[in-house]
């Protein structure tokens, strides 16, 4: 196991470096630099920028050279110096922005990833046990609705909610008064006051596709001889499904659960955005469009490079779950 | 001695699909989605005729008109009343502030509506011309907005009729695609193991670094120009869904790699089979119910991916229409509190999606051995 | 006389941790008359912006603190505001300005030519701090020189004319001219301070212009403006919580050397402190606004789309909709591409009759009612009807709707062939398709786009909308790639030249012409007609001057040579505008003009804004 | 009379006109038709019967475990709790009431113990886990039990044993795993369902030896369905004897083999005898030629494979084999349990790669191969003419396959046989091997152990194979059936010159159907030689212990005989 695991990780390093080359180059597959967008953004508002001034600026952000050697530089400066660039936007250093925004970032989507497993998986084997119950139909119909809903637009809703009838500010995770503050049990309880919001629209859809999944795995594994074998033992039901149909019927979402990690960065951009929420995806959702090519290629990277710890984790999980899996 | 209490017999032909049909059947609920289905699909193939105007067609009069009622019994100016189905005009007037039309039903303005009338023309599938809808006003160009007008003062009732086609065609395809190509490389992928698992794995990784927004950015840039906008969204789609596959890949490879020890599975390896028969016929039914869940819950996302693509610009552009883009209109806030029948395309998609994952449900009991 | 200062102050002031208020406003603070009342002090002023690049909206807010300043209603007179006056030279080379005695930096050192000259000298010629010159400080790339004659006195010359330039120094551009405290800024120059590279290294930064940078801004529209709080300035208030990446909310508070009083003597701002809630989109503005959790909004929010919600929420929110008058040359701009390069197409877009056919097409009060809610009259792209430069057949020319007509003009210029569907071919037989592109964010603008196809449809031509994302759209039209474009008008008030855009072609964001535009500032292009040389003949002459009407006199004759050539299609007179303002704020003025170079509510005195309690 | 059961002494279970059936397609399966017994203290009842009779449903009826749509449509099972009786019909499938019943009263050994083993917990913690949910003791001393009950069960090495699973396993072992389990339940009752047909005679011997050991201790009473009359004989107090889903015979072992009423009785003890003399078969040919040469083959499993990815030690599985089949030649293999038959067998087809020797085989087009070094794509020519019974049907059979799929799968792959075609070929198979033809539409689950094993050789004989790798084949068949299929076998061999590897732990089949014997023990050849000559006059000791331990199907021969 340790072996396989110092293979896969000696095979990240040139995983890393595609990802990177195919990083820089998406980012710039988009026409246009970031210059051209910022032109576009001024322009839009009526306020005029020189033609002149945007060379300058394409030469002091160095987008004039070749692609290959601005790859270089990057790579070099991350290699070297872990240096990731500059953000052109914001005119900071890369590094600084990322990690600011990681920890809110982590504690909101963990606390999402919680909540929605603790709802998901009950719900789910809840609904496979008692198939076509009354339980069962509420829980499909809820999960399809979650899932037809475009998470925008609930977010939306009940941002509109919350402020015109329950009189909570709007979006962020803070009321601006503890924005700033030092952590106390009211900004804790400012903070559940918002964080429901945004915990609740980016748990839905989730929820509800793990219900579904959830449901649909353990129904072929619930007639499974040894689920019977359990059963003769005297089990209590509750315990057997847990421990042997579940067990089973959690493969599918072992071999993805790694992928929650890239998805603390890359997912949900949009929702996060309209919530206003203070996490990596409207920094990056803001850098992708603006072009701003190191801060999103910083992302990218990072995100990538939680891909291939990911899915190593997913494997290895898999393997401890499943001995068939481990032999081969 | 000879078992015989099964009393020997024909070997039936159509077997299974007897046997599926049978047990589908009983599922009362997915036989009712297969209707529905059914309808949704009728639906999108004869939009042309059961819209009741243009989809593109604006009036600036109507901007924003609450859905009107049909009443079915006008007064015969005897005091009794006759029978004939209408909808009632209205009095508009500009709110001076807000700039608002505020629509209050005229029930003197009695617009007769009939089955089969004559309204504007269209070109039935493009091929020939027709002026023929199942329901109109009598006159053609009298208000009939069943379910609202939108910002343009456009029907949304057709707009809804014609986004039927697209939301459930081309948003199929993309879903379809990616689970083919997810079934048939995760499944290589696990019954082989080793080499080949490890390419796999690794190419998988690959995909899903790459940023999607950028990438979408790019493609629509890329497009010829001069492509209708049917092509280019199209091709963003199954461009798309060449990237989407990896999860159910990955889900796919997981199971398999358990499954491809087990008895039955070297039992058909033993019966020669070829291997993309065994993955697919032998081992993937074990997945069915899995695939299933997964593609229901696909296709919702697929059908409101328009809504994600417009926001950065791209998706469908008019005057195409889909529930997607349809959708896109009710997300702010004076849809939310001033035109709440934006949303019905949002009744349309979940009422498909509900269906299908029904009708879903039903097929996957109907498969399951072991379900009654 | 008896000044009076905000009461949070009292306590610093008893303690001797500040100086008197009569000191700290100087011996002659500008009077600001307020807009209904004498106000009274307190309050925090809540603001949203949206996004990580909204600066601007800090800047025309609270940043429009000009060497001279136009009035609120922007009729073009120009008052004195740091400078308490100024002279020009007969000849418009040379400009004296005269500062206030005693007014100091928000850190109390004194406020002095020395500063000006600081930055013109030390700042503004600097080739990595100022890569490209201000175009309004320059003269044919010339820098202009300063001479200090004392603390309170500077003159500014070129050896040519610059007659735009006391327009711009009352415009948002003129705040550049005194942003920069020489006392805090020089130790970021080597020039000032050897160690000064060293510093720059050790605080973590490549070389010290980028500290500098960092430090004091430099730019106008620099974010650094708004990321250091040590940073003194003449504004307002000074920032506390900077905008940096990640700030979810950016405050700024009381400048207590403010130097500007009200007429009863109080030192202004009323307004203790400024926090602004950073949002990643507009909607959840939108949301802070009508949950009444915002005291002024103008930027983002404000539009038509958004009026029937804000016109309703009015109550709820506690807030009212302050008209706002939109100086545009017209609610938007159809801009057919005289530049093409496509080869079929260009002879075809070029010809004039083509744009007349297009605009008789179009049914503009059905789209004025459908998109505009009915506000707004038909108009081409022009001058404001009341302003100065307003020019009737430029206004109104092909305005009719008229179907009949553009068929007609359209197959007298070669279009009349038809394919199989009914639209038109290109004179060579091909069909000939127009893409109308537009900006999907700015949706009113697809909207009319969309509509637009639809009414050249009917006429024969095989337009298509295609909607694309700002960048995109941007690259397109700026390597004139594009066919035809709409996108927003500029300039329809006194602004007209200083931002001709619209009407010829002036930069890159004259949409109908972009590689002549290109050629007028020198950056390749292609060489334009005689009439288009004759305009930029015209406006040279303009520049070149001081006097008001001489100059009002060459732009009528620039505009009616646009009107002769008919560069762009209108729809609607310039949509009236209007801001949302709490009901608690005090002296908020109506139905003033908005716009970027005279910046709402920048040019309303936002230090005298106040709450009412 | 070896029972501790009192002759008059109240019956702990008392089942009542029990009736069970399964809604199929369009008809009803009538599986149990009023079926009555009783069961007292300490008493063995032997259910034996025709395959698909009914007895595994009977038996999972008493648990409330018919697998859904079954349902029990009527009839009472009483149990006799001490305080009171208890109807189990009454408490339904689930619930609170039936799990004080499972396990603790009644355990049960399941017919399939292949599958019946979860695939991801190790047997320890299956095991361990029973423990604990009957008992309150501590984890460890749980597995100390644990370890001490498959020790009993003659698991080499339970300690070890403990932490593997199940697929680590041979059959045999597994079914010891399936009983250990249930005995550590310590129940009032088990139901032992056909829990020795995977486990060579000494071993049986000594699992039923153990049995009775733990009636006698605890007064436990057995229902032990089997279609060994040997065993029947060793073991049974009573006997009952079911038929198309009916009781058709009750009685007490001496009286039913000395005087069996029911037809069906009597063709069933006349099975029995048939079998214990060889088949009449033609004389071998003077000049051999081999159809596959097994030389010195081995095959080693890793065991504990560590967190660096090497294994502490290897498993010899197969170690040094070396063995000729010739052609048209039966070669029966014997041996312990886990000695490693299943796992030659499954060598020879390439299913595991050996690490060492070679397996030479001569293919039907005279080339001669070495299966041990073939590639994947040269190996699948070879599957049609090597054909693999697997030793657990249920497994082998693709759930969600109809039956017909699964036997026609072959005839697709291998032949260009049209749809109606291979329908016809199917539907004879399925009458050969004794199942009715509209068996083809039902899935597998829906068939009893016996019948699985027979669509299992159906599918195995589907195409016209060379060799056939027969892995206990008819091991859940009940005499006269096994009796009829072997003779199938048989006749195909006459009629193509087929040669089998057939594997066996029933003497008497082998000496009924096989050429040579090989006998194995520890992965090691350790005897081989006539068939003739291995039963008569075994050499090794091992051969000998094992010819010894073999049951007659006599009841007056067992140890305990009454006098
Ligand atoms: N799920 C089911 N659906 C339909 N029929 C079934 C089902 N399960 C069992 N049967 C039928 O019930 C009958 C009794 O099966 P049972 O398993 O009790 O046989 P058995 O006596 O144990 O046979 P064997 O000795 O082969 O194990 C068989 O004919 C079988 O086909
Ligand atoms: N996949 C495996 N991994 C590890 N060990 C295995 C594996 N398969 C079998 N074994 C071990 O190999 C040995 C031989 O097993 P095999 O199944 O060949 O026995 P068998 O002779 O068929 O026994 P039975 O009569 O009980 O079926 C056993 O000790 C078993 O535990
Ligand atoms: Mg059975
Ligand atoms: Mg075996």
Redesign the interface.
């Known amino acids: 196991m340790l072996l396989y695991i110092l293979k896969r990780i000696a095979g990240m390093v040139p995983a890393m470096v595609a990802i990177s080359i195919l990083a820089f180059t998406v980012i710039q597959l988009p026409p246009g630099d970031y210059v051209s967008t910022y032109a576009a953004q001024i322009a839009q508002s009526g306020e005029t920028v020189d033609s002149a001034v945007l060379n300058s600026l394409r030469e002091r952000y160095g987008l004039g050279e070749n692609v290959v050697v601005q790859y270089f530089k990057w790579i070099g400066g991350i290699v070297t110096r872990g240096d990731f660039g500059d953000s052109f936007e914001w005119n900071q250093p890369v590094t600084e922005l990322i990690w600011g925004r990681m920890g809110m970032t982590a504690l909101i989507s963990v606390l999402t990833l919680i909540l929605m497993w603790a709802f998901s998986l009950p719900i789910g084997i809840y609904s496979a046990v008692r198939q076509y119950s009354v339980t069962d139909y509420v829980a499909t119909a809820f999960a399809f609705l979650a899932m037809a809903t475009p998470n925008f637009l609930l977010a939306i809703v009940l941002l509109y909610a919350s402020t015109m009838w329950f009189g909570v500010s709007v979006g962020g995770l803070f009321s601006p008064a503890f924005e700033n503050a030092p952590l106390s049990l009211a900004k804790i309880w400012d903070f559940v006051t918002h964080a429901w919001i945004p915990i609740f629209v980016l748990g839905t859809a989730g929820t509800a596709s793990l219900i579904r999944v959830m449901r649909a795995n353990l129904l072929d594994e619930l007639h499974k001889p040894y689920v019977e074998a359990a059963r003769s033992k005297g089990m209590p039901e509750g315990r057997l499904i847990l421990t042997y149909p579940v067990r089973v019927a959690l493969n599918p979402f072992i071999s993805t659960v790694g992928w929650v990690l890239p998805a603390l960065i890359s997912g949900e951009l949009v929702v996060s955005t309209v919530l206003n929420l203070p996490t990596a995806g409207p920094l990056l959702l803001q850098a992708l469009k603006s072009q701003d090519m190191y801060l999103a290629g910083a992302f990218i990277l990072l995100s990538g490079g939680l891909v291939l710890i990911g899915t190593l984790v997913s494997d290895i999980l898999l393997a401890i779950s499943d001995p068939r899996i481990r032999l081969s | 001695m000879l078992d015989q209490q099964l009393t020997a017999g024909r070997l039936q032909a159509a077997g299974q699909w007897t046997l599926f049909w049978h047990k589908f059947k009983k599922h009362k609920l997915a036989v009712l989605s297969l209707v529905i289905v059914g309808l949704i699909y009728f639906v999108a193939l004869f939009a042309e005729f059961l819209a009741p105007q243009d989809p593109a067609k604006f009036d600036p009069r109507f901007t924003y008109v609450p859905p009107q009622a049909i009443g079915w019994f006008v007064d015969d100016g005897a005091g009794g009343s006759r029978f004939q189905p209408h909808v009632t005009g209205f009095d508009i007037k500009v709110d001076a502030k807000s700039f608002r039309r505020i629509f209050t039903p005229k029930p003197s303005e009695i617009i007769p509506i009939g089955l089969f009338v004559k309204g504007q023309s269209y070109k039935m599938w493009g091929l020939f011309d027709a002026d023929i809808h199942l329901i109109g006003p009598l006159e053609k160009n009298k208000p009939f907005f069943l379910a609202g007008g939108d910002r343009l003062g456009r029907d949304l009732l057709s707009r809804t009729i014609h986004g039927t086609r697209i939301s459930m065609s081309i948003g199929l395809v993309g879903v379809s695609l990616s689970l083919i190509i997810g079934m048939i490389l995760g499944g290589i992928s696990g019954y082989r193991g080793g080499l080949v698992d490890r390419v796999i794995q690794r190419v998988i990784e690959f995909i899903r670094s790459v940023p999607t927004i950028p990438l979408w950015l790019g493609l629509a840039a890329a497009m010829p120009k001069d492509w209708p906008p049917l092509q280019v969204y199209f091709s963003i789609l199954v461009i798309l869904s060449l990237i989407g596959w990896t999860e159910i890949a990955r889900v796919v490879r997981g199971r398999f790699l358990s499954l491809r020890s087990e008895d039955f599975v070297i039992a058909a390896r033993l019966d020669g089979v070829s291997e993309f028969r065994l993955i697919m016929r032998h081992m993937m039914p074990s997945l069915y119910s899995h695939i299933i869940a997964a593609v229901t819950l696909a296709i919702p996302h697929m059908i409101l991916a328009e809504t994600a693509l417009s926001f950065l610009g791209l998706g469908l552009q008019p005057p195409i229409v889909s529930w997607g883009v349809l959708l896109q209109d009710t997300q702010n806030l004076r849809a939310i509190t001033q035109a709440p029948w934006l949303f019905v395309p949002g009744i349309c998609v979940v009422v498909a999606v509900l269906s299908l994952n029904f009708l879903g449900d039903g097929v996957r009991d109907a498969a399951d051995p072991y379900a009654k | 006389v008896d000044y009076k200062q905000a009461p949070m102050l009292d306590a610093a002031v008893t303690d001797g941790s500040l100086p008197p208020v009569a000191e700290r406003v100087g011996a002659a603070p500008r009077v600001i008359t307020p807009v209904s009342e004498v106000g009274q002090y307190g309050g925090t002023f ?1 603001g949203g912006m949206v ?3 909204d600066r ?1 909206m800090l800047f025309t807010y609270f940043g429009y603190e000009p060497l001279l300043a136009w009035d609120a209603d922007w009729t073009g007179e120009i008052q004195p505001n740091i400078a308490s006056a100024y002279s020009v030279s007969e000849d418009s080379k040379s400009f004296t300005f005269t500062l206030r005695e005693g007014m100091k930096w928000s850190d109390g050192t004194p406020f002095t030519a020395d500063d000006v000259a600081f930055f013109v000298q030390d700042v503004l010629p600097d080739e990595k701090l100022f ?2 010159k201000p ?1 309004w400080l320059t003269v044919e790339g010339e820098l202009p020189t300063i001479s200090v004659a004392s603390p309170t006195e500077f003159t500014l010359s070129w050896t040519k004319p610059n007659g735009l330039f006391i327009l711009n120094a009352a415009s948002v551009y003129g705040v550049q001219l005194t942003m920069l405290s020489k006392a805090y800024c020089s130790q970021f120059l080597p020039k000032y301070n050897p160690e000064a590279d060293a510093n720059a290294k050790a605080a ?1 930064v490549a070389d010290w212009t980028e500290q500098m ?2 430090m004091c801004g430099v730019g106008i529209e ?3 403006r708004w990321r250091n709080p040590e940073r003194p300035t003449i504004e307002a208030w000074r920032i506390t ?1 900077p905008y ?3 700030a ?2 950016v405050a700024l508070e009381r400048n207590p050397y403010y130097w500007k009083v009200d007429t009863a003597g109080n030192q202004l701002p009323y307004i203790d402190g400024l ?1 602004m ?5 507009a ?2 503005l ?3 606004v ?2 009444g ?1 915002i005291d002024y909004e103008v930027r983002h929010t404000a539009n ?9 929420g009015q109550e ?1 929110g506690n807030f009212r ?1 302050s008209p706002r008058e939109s100086r ?1 040359g017209n609610a938007l701009t159809i801009s057919v591409n005289l530049n093409s390069h496509d080869a079929v197409k260009a002879p075809i877009f070029a010809n004039k009759d083509f744009r007349i056919a297009l605009s008789h097409a179009l049914d503009r ?7 505009y ?3 707004g009259t038909p108009r081409q792209v022009a001058p404001l009807e009341g302003t100065p430069f307003y020019n009737e057949k430029l206004a109104t020319q092909y305005l009719e709707y008229n179907a009949d007509e553009a068929n007609r003009l359209l197959d007298s210029i070669g279009l009349d062939k038809r394919g199989s569907n009914g639209l038109r071919l290109a004179p060579d037989g091909s069909p000939l ?1 127009v ?1 109308v592109a537009a ?4 949706g009113n603008m697809a ?1 009319v786009a ?2 637009l196809v ?1 009414y050249w449809q009917a006429v024969g031509v095989d337009a ?13 039209k ?1 390597a004139s790639q594009h066919d035809i474009v709409v996108w ?1 008008a ?1 300039s329809g008030g006194i602004d007209v030249y200083i ?1 001709p ?1 619209d009407y010829f072609p002036f ?3 004259s949409n109908f012409a972009v590689d002549w535009a ?1 050629f007028y ?1 020198k ?1 390749g292009g292609v060489e334009p007609p005689d009439y288009v040389k004759q305009q930029w003949a015209l406006y040279d002459a303009i520049k070149a001057t001081s006097n008001a009407d001489e100059q009002a006199k060459l732009v009528g004759q620039l505009l009616d040579i646009s009107a002769e050539q008919f560069y762009q299609i209108g729809v609607s007179s310039a949509i009236q505008g209007f801001s949302v303002v709490s009901n608690k704020l005090g002296n908020v003025p109506d139905d003033t003009p908005t ?2 170079i005279h910046p709402d509510p920048g040019t309303l005195n936002t230090e005298q804004f106040y709450f009412k309690q | 009379m070896p029972s501790n059961a009192a002759p008059n002494a109240k019956p702990v279970l008392t089942v009542k006109n029990l009736a069970v059936e399964f809604p199929v397609h369009k008809s009803v399966v009538h599986a149990v038709r009023g079926v009555s017994f009783t069961l007292s203290r300490g008493e063995t009842l032997c259910l034996v019967g025709e395959s698909g009779s009914g007895k595994s449903v009977t038996a999972r009826a008493i648990l409330q475990l018919v697998a859904s749509p079954g349902r029990i449509t009527a009839g009472e099972i009483l149990l006799d709790t001490g305080s009171g009786e208890l109807d189990i019909v009454k408490l339904g499938a689930l619930g609170r009431g039936i799990r004080e019943v499972r396990g603790r009263r009644i355990a049960m050994i399941f017919q399939e113990p292949m599958s019946s083993l979860s695939p991801v917990h190790t047997i320890g913690h299956q095991i361990v886990e029973t423990i604990l949910l009957h008992e309150k003791i501590s984890k460890e001393e749980a597995r100390k039990r644990a370890a001490a009950l498959l020790d009993r069960v003659r698991i080499p090495n339970p300690e070890a044993a403990l932490d593997r699973y199940s697929f680590e396993f041979s059959g045999g072992m597994r079914q010891r795993a399936m009983i250990a389990m249930a005995l550590s339940c310590n129940p009032e009752i088990l139901i032992a369902d056909e829990p020795t047909t995977a486990l060579d005679v000494t071993t049986q011997a000594e699992i039923l030896s153990l049995l009775r050991e733990l009636q006698r201790d605890r007064g436990m009473a057995v229902l032990f369905i089997t279609h060994d009359m040997g065993v029947v004989a060793q073991i049974a107090d009573r006997v009952m004897v079911m038929f198309k889903g009916e009781m058709v015979e009750q009685a007490d072992v001496f009286d039913l083999f000395e005087r069996p009423q029911q037809p069906y009785t009597k063709a069933l003890l006349g099975s029995v005898l048939k079998l214990e003399t060889p088949a009449p078969r033609p004389p071998r040919p003077a000049e051999e030629s081999p159809i596959a040469e097994i030389s010195d083959l081995s095959l080693h499993f890793p065991l504990n494979v560590g967190m660096l990815g090497k294994p502490a030690a290897y498993l010899k599985a197969i170690d040094g084999v070396s063995l000729t089949i010739n052609k048209g030649e039966t070669v029966g293999v014997v041996g312990e349990s886990g000695s490693g038959k299943t796992t030659l067998g499954r060598t020879l087809l390439r299913i595991y790669t050996p690490t060492g020797g070679q397996v030479n085989y001569w293919r039907g087009d005279g080339v001669e191969v070495d299966i041990a070094r073939l590639s994947k794509r040269e190996m699948k020519s070879l599957y049609s003419e090597v054909r693999m019974v697997f030793q657990d049907p249920h497994s082998s059979l693709n759930p969600r396959m109809t039956v017909y799929q699964i036997i026609s799968e072959p005839l697709r792959t291998n032949t260009a046989m049209s749809e109606r075609e291979m329908r016809d070929r199917v539907a004879e198979l399925l009458m050969r091997v004794g199942l009715p033809a509209d068996g083809g539409e039902r899935y597998p689950h829906a068939f009893s152990g016996g019948q699985r094993q027979r669509i299992s050789i159906a599918r195995a004989i589907a195409l016209r194979p060379r060799l056939i790798i027969a892995d206990e084949p008819t091991s859940a068949l009940d005499v006269s059936l096994r009796h009829q299929v072997l003779d199938l076998m048989r006749g195909l061999q006459d009629e193509y010159g087929l040669s089998y590897l057939f594997i066996s732990h029933d003497i008497s089949v082998i000496r009924y159907f096989c050429d040579r014997v090989a006998v194995m023990k520890n992965g090691k050849i350790v005897e081989i030689g006539d068939v003739q000559q291995i039963c008569e006059r075994p050499e090794h000791p091992y051969t000998q212990t094992l010819i010894r331990a073999v049951p007659r199907p006599d009841p007056r021969l067992r140890l305990s005989a009454p006098a």
């Open positions: 809540r996004g990580g690049n601007n890569p490209t175009g973590g940078v960092n620099n974010i650094q919580e940096v990446a990640g979810t909310r926090s809630s950073v949002n990643a989109e909607q959840t939108l949301l802070s009508l949950a959790e038509t789309t958004n009026l029937p919600v804000l016109s309703e709820a909709l545009v009060q059905a789209i004025i009612d459908t998109v809610l009915g506000q398709v893409n900006v999907t964010a700015l909207d969309e509509l639809q298509r909308f295609t909607a694309m994302d700002r960048t995109r759209f941007y690259e397109e700026t927003g500029t931002d855009r930069s890159t964001e290109k500032i950056d716009g970027w």
